[in-house]
């Protein structure tokens, strides 16, 4: 996704500190550590907390999820999920 340069943010979740510190050099890309998430629903709420936390998106802003499952599986992207933020809780 980085390399077509959008011009919204991508925020990368990891449980993998290397892993972030790597997503870190890459144009665009704002790596976050994190445990890692139990199902989609929970990737979408943490997401939506980390993005309205980091200020870059508001409560009803779109925000677009991509992500493997099963988790934890390495190179496994295979889901892309819309979503809308709410409110931090």
């Known amino acids: ?12 979740l990891t449980p993998n500190r290397d ?3 790597r997503l870190a050099l890459v144009w665009g890309v704002h790596a976050i550590v994190t445990k890692d998430a139990s199902d989609i629903d929970d990737m979408a709420r943490r997401a939506s907390k ?3 936390r980091e200020g870059f998106s ?3 802003d779109r925000i677009i999820i991509v992500a493997g499952v099963p988790f ?3 190179g496994a992207t295979n889901m892309i999920r819309i979503g809308f933020c709410s409110a931090e809780s």
């Open 19 to 21: 892993t972030a510190r």
């Open 1 to 12: 996704i980085a390399r077509e340069r959008p011009g919204p943010p991508i925020l990368a």
């Open 50 to 52: 980390f993005s309205n």
């Open 58 to 60: 508001k409560e009803g």
């Open 72 to 74: 934890g599986t390495p």
